[in-house]
């Protein structure tokens, strides 16, 4: 029989609801995005979050019903984001979810949004022949989050959809995320929020222009599987400020985003060679710590398996060295399609289906949590 789960995920600035069958096939997945909100203060206000999350959730979910053909009754289970995430965005959908199984008399599922994302590498894996296996050592790299796993199933647990699976974390940043990176960069000069969709195609059409600034490696003491890109944004900052000259085009284009304009084709002209320039030399620099650190894991750890999955894995140029390092090294590497890398509520339902299979539930008391690790 297969198993229909209602998805709901609100843990940051996208209102999201999807029907997944069997925690593999898409029946339908709706994001209800607040960058327009968050856009003109260059990072998500939580306050503001959670209004937008209560104004959007019912038609977010009623949307998602109608385009897999489906109505409340037909749904098995209905699947949360607990966290981690923003507390008072996480619990509109918690409340929400818990209102709908309590009245439907369904499962309710609570899923960590972290496993989300490392789901959504497995979500269209039944459409492609060779799908990814595990063992496996997974990236999660996103606006909030730079962390490494290696995950294996759990004792007594199969090669199936409905497998648990166990995470042992081997990195992670120990500053900002690289997400949170590409936006404070965005930030300072002066190209909006979110930073990474317009500063991956800027350094695409920065072409051979030549570099105002080289960026060193992150040395790591310790754990050399960590993280750290506060060190790089702070380095973009003391280059800003030592040449003024950045001033007039920064300024031109925070006018341009107040403006609402803040589309690709509209940002490019304000952009001379040095700042494309500059932009290329970022991504290189956090495109290099993030393939080379998650490599060396796993082939230290002897995996031959990788999976990348978060908002910064929609990064073409990160995914184009992934996949070019990856083979010169003999592994293999996979990545949700762009859409399912950023947030969204079928990796929540993909997630749910394997504790729905081994009955793990919520009960009305399920609270949101801002930091819940992952297991
Ligand atoms: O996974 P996500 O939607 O939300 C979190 O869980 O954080 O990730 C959002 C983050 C933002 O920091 C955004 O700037 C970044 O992912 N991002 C990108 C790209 N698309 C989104 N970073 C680099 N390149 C992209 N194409
Ligand atoms: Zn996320």
Same mark, same amino acid.
């Given at each position: 029989?297969?198993?229909?789960?209602?998805?709901?995920?609100?843990?940051? /600035?996208?209102?999201?609801?999807?029907?997944?069958? /069997?925690?593999?096939?898409?029946?339908?997945?709706?994001?209800?995005?607040?960058?327009?909100?968050?856009?003109?203060?260059?990072?998500? $206000?939580?306050?503001?979050?959670?209004?937008?999350?209560?104004? %959007?959730? !019912?038609?977010?979910?009623?949307?998602?019903?109608?385009?897999?053909?489906?109505?409340?009754?037909?749904?098995?289970?209905?699947?949360?984001?607990?966290?981690?995430?923003?507390?008072? #965005?996480?619990? !509109?959908?918690?409340?929400?979810?818990?209102?709908?199984?309590?009245?439907?008399?369904?499962?309710?599922?609570?899923?960590?949004?972290?496993?989300?994302?490392?789901?959504?590498?497995?979500?269209?894996?039944?459409?492609?022949?060779?799908?990814?296996?595990?063992?496996?050592?997974?990236?999660?790299?996103?606006?909030?989050?730079?962390?490494?796993?290696?995950?294996?199933?759990?004792?007594?647990?199969?090669?199936?959809?409905?497998? &648990?699976?166990?995470?042992?974390?081997?990195?992670?940043?120990?500053?900002?995320?690289?997400?949170?990176?590409?936006?404070? !960069?965005?930030?300072? &000069?002066? &190209?909006?929020?979110?930073?990474?969709?317009?500063?991956?195609?800027?350094?695409?059409?920065?072409?051979?222009?030549? =570099?105002?600034?080289?960026?060193?490696?992150?040395?790591?003491?310790?754990?050399?599987? /960590?993280?750290? *890109?506060?060190?790089?944004?702070?380095?973009?900052?003391?280059?800003?400020?030592?040449?003024?000259?950045?001033?007039?085009?920064?300024?031109?284009?925070?006018?341009?985003?107040?403006?609402?304009?803040?589309?690709?084709?509209?940002?490019?002209?304000?952009?001379?060679?040095?700042?494309?320039?500059?932009?290329?030399?970022?991504?290189?620099? $956090?495109?290099?710590?993030? +393939?080379? %650190?998650?490599?060396?894991?796993?082939?230290?750890?002897?995996?031959?398996? +990788?999976?990348?999955?978060?908002?910064?894995?929609?990064?073409?140029?990160?995914?184009?060295? *992934?996949?070019?390092?990856?083979? #010169?090294?003999?592994?293999?590497?996979?990545?949700?399609?762009?859409?399912?890398?950023?947030?969204?509520? =079928?990796?929540?339902?993909?997630?749910?289906?394997?504790? *729905?299979?081994?009955?793990?539930?919520?009960?009305?008391?399920?609270?949101?949590?801002?930091?819940?690790?992952?297991?």
């Amino acid at each position: 029989m297969s198993i229909r789960i209602l998805g709901i995920e609100s843990s940051c /600035d996208e209102t999201a609801a999807a029907v997944v069958i /069997d925690g593999r096939e898409i029946l339908s997945s709706v994001v209800a995005s607040q960058i327009d909100i968050h856009g003109k203060y260059g990072g998500v $206000v939580p306050e503001l979050a959670s209004r937008e999350h209560l104004r %959007r959730i !019912v038609p977010v979910v009623r949307e998602a019903l109608e385009q897999a053909n489906l109505s409340l009754r037909d749904v098995d289970a209905i699947a949360v984001t607990q966290g981690p995430g923003l507390v008072g #965005s996480l619990l !509109v959908g918690i409340t929400f979810g818990k209102t709908l199984a309590e009245s439907l008399g369904k499962p309710l599922v609570p899923v960590n949004h972290l496993e989300g994302h490392v789901h959504a590498v497995f979500l269209e894996a039944h459409k492609s022949a060779i799908a990814p296996a595990l063992p496996a050592v997974c990236l999660i790299v996103s606006g909030g989050h730079t962390v490494l796993y290696e995950i294996q199933f759990k004792d007594g647990q199969s090669v199936d959809a409905g497998s &648990l699976w166990s995470y042992r974390k081997i990195g992670q940043t120990r500053d900002d995320a690289a997400g949170e990176a590409y936006d404070k !960069v965005s930030k300072l &000069l002066g &190209l909006g929020y979110p930073g990474g969709p317009i500063l991956d195609r800027l350094a695409a059409a920065a072409g051979n222009v030549p =570099a105002p600034v080289k960026f060193a490696a992150t040395k790591m003491r310790g754990n050399t599987y /960590d993280f750290s *890109f506060s060190g790089l944004k702070t380095a973009v900052l003391y280059h800003l400020r030592e040449n003024p000259d950045y001033l007039p085009e920064i300024q031109a284009r925070e006018s341009a985003i107040a403006r609402g304009e803040r589309q690709f084709d509209q940002l490019l002209p304000l952009c001379g060679a040095k700042t494309l320039g500059l932009v290329r030399e970022f991504q290189n620099a $956090v495109v290099r710590d993030l +393939v080379e %650190r998650t490599l060396r894991a796993a082939e230290g750890i002897g995996v031959p398996t +990788v999976l990348v999955s978060g908002g910064v894995a929609a990064n073409r140029q990160l995914r184009a060295s *992934f996949e070019e390092r990856a083979l #010169s090294a003999g592994l293999k590497v996979y990545f949700p399609s762009p859409a399912l890398s950023t947030d969204n509520a =079928a990796m929540i339902a993909a997630a749910a289906y394997p504790r *729905f299979a081994n009955k793990i539930f919520a009960d009305i008391s399920l609270n949101a949590s801002a930091s819940l690790p992952i297991e």
